[in-house]
């Protein structure tokens, strides 16, 4: 969805977004929301959604660094999601997520945007 409010003079942007998520196995089905600002313009907001039915499993969620989110989950597992040339076109951004236990790397995500290809 992309919504240009240039020229409208807008003073209030309210939206609710709402979806029916695929069926099947759910669990390492990556949910992103962004929100990109015009060419010249910076902010940059943290949003963690945890969808869940019967519990949640975030214990708690930290930003590093403006590029860098440490979530720890409940049964001990860290995720550290980190977002690579964020700025510019958007073809080329890079997600990694790291996820360790105890000190040991249980997996490792790397997916890039339309101009590299995922990996």
């Known amino acids: 969805m992309h919504l240009d409010l240039t020229g409208l003079h807008a003073v209030r942007f ?10 099947g196995d759910e669990a390492q089905r990556r949910k992103v929301y962004a929100v990109r600002a015009p060419q010249g313009t910076e902010a940059r907001f943290l949003t963690i959604i945890e969808p869940f039915e019967d519990r949640p499993v975030v214990k708690s969620a930290v930003a590093t660094t403006a590029d860098s989110v440490r979530v720890e989950l409940l049964d001990g597992r860290m995720q550290e999601i980190t977002l690579k040339q964020f700025t510019g076109s958007g073809n080329d951004i890079v997600a990694e997520i790291v996820e360790t236990k105890g000190g040991e790397v249980l997996r490792r995500e790397t997916t890039a945007g339309a101009g590299r290809g995922a990996r």
Do not use: E, N, Q, T
Not at 14 to 23: E, H, N, Q, R, T
């Open 14 to 23: 309210k939206a609710v977004i709402g979806s029916d998520y695929p069926l």
